[in-house]
């Protein structure tokens, strides 16, 4: 099965640390379907298909530990810890921490980047509009 080469960083950054750290790389080549088959898979289900529609691949995981696509898998499903620089560890994201996706194709002097798409995870509302039974 053939896909794009492009290469996918994943990076964590807690609140206490200055800068991210790559927690894990994978590659497109790691898709389960192509995007051919992905787009066949979305288009036959009835769904309208218009020109500049996104559609996300969910997890990419390569075969190395290393190259797992999600904390889910990095941590083993919370069994193992994720070492971070400065000694913290992580199992699950918690509040405050940063993550970066970022993907890049390169060839023979060249390199076409996505651009970062970063979130910051948020506490919850503490409201009680939302903690009200009604």
């Given at each position: 099965?053939?896909s794009?080469?492009?290469?996918?960083?994943?990076?964590?950054?807690t609140?206490?640390?200055s800068?991210?750290?790559?927690i894990a790389?994978?590659?497109?080549?790691?898709?389960?379907?192509?995007?051919?088959?992905?787009?066949?898979?979305?288009?036959?289900?009835?769904?309208n298909?218009?020109v500049g529609?996104?559609?996300?691949t969910?997890?990419?995981?390569?075969?190395?530990k290393?190259?797992?696509?999600?904390m889910?898998?990095l941590?083993?499903?919370?069994?193992e810890?994720?070492?971070?620089?400065?000694?913290?560890?992580?199992?699950f994201?918690l509040d405050?921490?940063?993550?970066?996706?970022?993907?890049?194709?390169?060839g023979?002097?060249?390199?076409?980047?996505?651009g970062?798409?970063?979130?910051?995870i948020?506490?919850?509302h503490?409201?009680?509009?939302?903690?009200?039974?009604?």
């Amino acid at each position: 099965m053939s896909s794009y080469n492009v290469d996918l960083e994943i990076l964590l950054k807690t609140p206490t640390m200055s800068e991210h750290a790559k927690i894990a790389t994978s590659n497109l080549r790691y898709l389960y379907y192509s995007v051919p088959q992905t787009i066949a898979h979305h288009s036959v289900t009835g769904c309208n298909m218009n020109v500049g529609d996104m559609l996300g691949t969910g997890t990419i995981s390569g075969p190395d530990k290393s190259q797992y696509g999600s904390m889910l898998e990095l941590c083993w499903g919370g069994k193992e810890e994720i070492a971070l620089p400065g000694g913290e560890t992580r199992k699950f994201l918690l509040d405050g921490d940063s993550v970066i996706l970022r993907g890049v194709c390169r060839g023979e002097g060249y390199s076409i980047g996505f651009g970062d798409c970063e979130g910051t995870i948020l506490p919850a509302h503490d409201d009680a509009r939302f903690l009200s039974s009604n």
